[in-house]
């Protein structure tokens, strides 16, 4: 028995040594994230639960579980901030004039929002998941931010991003089963191999440059790049009625360029559990389902920051409930499954400063999933 847990820490050591081993690059990009809005709602907890699409992107293990095949085309995701529209709005209502009146009303019009940011996202994912650990996926994500700062002389930073991804992944058993917390336990390894490509622009406009500014100004894109990495991870779950599982993950482990002028993709890492604590019959032991994760991004927070709760109740067969912990905010959803349909929304904050409290980013997300 111990020497396969000792076994079994040394591959979770390899995988950590892979991920946070070596220093992350000074020149980093904006990560390349897929969350749904049901890891959302569980306040993105999401390494050890791995039954879903979402494996694709946090733990490519989890495809080991997979008993049957499944594909969708059609997999959108909206999410926007709770300030969005009030920074639109104020946005689109500059003054286009070269007066001294202009300038006036422009100024009075920024300072309504002074400090405030908006941010929005909208995506889709195509994907095929096999009943023998395989899966690829085709994404598609933009985001979009405007911020609006200096009360002396005001100005418009815009931040834009467009994400391609195309990716394969593969999960396999180990070999032998093994003994962890003095109970047996399965064990899968999994790996992705990724393309992402991504079109961004970082800008700030000044007083002077508000009279031409328009939609079109504010979402161009003048950098791109393209690039190629890896992820891997390891999934172990006992037996017993819990069904505890334990996952590891390390996500870009090349820290591969975009290009000169956007950055790295950032090394991460991540560990989590989940379980399942109703017994009993197997349609009781699937209502509730508890989670937690660890996360390293290579963000700067603290560790309450990158820490993840969720728990997800399934009230009836077609009719789920999330809630969670993110950053030190709450997070929920809510989720509804008709057929070959789902219907999700959830709610979640971003923490902005370096510790929880600090500047709390309220977001919103809804998703609509069509899959066979």
């Known amino acids: 028995m111990k020497t396969e847990f000792k076994a079994m820490l040394e591959k ?9 081993g070596l220093c992350t690059p000074s020149h980093a990009a904006t990560p390349v994230v897929y969350e749904s809005s049901r890891a959302m709602g569980m306040g993105g907890a999401c390494v050890a639960v791995a039954d ?3 494996a694709l992107f946090c733990n490519p293990a989890g495809l080991g579980l997979q008993n049957k095949s499944s594909y969708s085309f059609l997999n959108g995701h ?8 009030d920074v639109d709005n104020h946005i689109a209502a500059l003054n286009s004039g ?11 019009n920024l300072i309504e929002i002074m400090g405030k940011q908006g941010w929005q996202a909208f995506s889709n994912l195509a994907y095929y998941i096999g009943g023998t650990g395989f ?19 005001p100005s418009i930073s815009a931040k834009v ?16 089963a093994q003994n962890l917390f003095k109970d047996r336990a399965m064990g899968w390894w999994g790996a992705t191999m990724k393309f992402v490509s991504r079109r961004a622009s970082d800008k700030i406009f000044y007083a002077r440059d508000f009279a031409a500014l328009n939609e079109d100004i504010l979402k161009d894109t003048d950098r791109s790049g393209a690039t190629m990495d890896f992820d891997i991870g390891a999934l172990w779950q006992l037996n017993n009625s819990w069904k505890p599982t334990v996952g590891v993950f390390a996500g870009n482990l090349l820290s591969s360029e975009f290009s000169a002028d956007i950055g790295t993709l950032k090394r991460q890492f991540a560990f989590g559990a989940s379980f399942r604590p109703l017994t009993g019959p197997e349609e009781r032991n699937e209502k509730l389902l508890l989670a937690v994760d660890y996360w390293e991004t290579g963000e700067d927070g603290s560790t309450l920051t990158k820490v993840r709760m969720g728990a997800e109740m399934k009230l009836s067969r077609h009719f789920y409930l999330q809630a969670g912990i993110r950053s030190g905010y709450f997070t929920g959803g809510a989720g509804i499954v008709w057929n070959d349909w789902r219907f999700q929304a959830s ?7 370096q510790n929880p409290g600090d500047d709390e980013d309220r977001r919103y997300s809804c998703s609509a999933t069509w899959q066979f």
């Not at 899966?135 to 002389?153: D, H, K, L, M």
Request: glycine residues 6%; aromatic residues 14%.
């Open 12 to 20: 979770i050591w390899f995988i950590c040594l892979l991920a946070a």
């Open 52 to 54: 879903d699409h979402q």
């Open 78 to 85: 909206f999410e926007r901030n709770i300030d969005y529209d």
């Open 98 to 108: 070269d007066t001294a009146g202009a300038r006036t009303s422009n100024f009075n």
């Open 135 to 153: 899966g690829i996926a085709g994404y598609y994500r933009e985001s979009e931010s405007f911020a609006v700062n200096n009360p002396v002389n």
């Open 161 to 176: 991003e467009k994400d391609a991804v195309l990716s394969g992944s593969i999960a396999r058993s180990f070999n032998e």
């Open 347 to 353: 709610t979640y904050s971003e923490e902005l400063g």
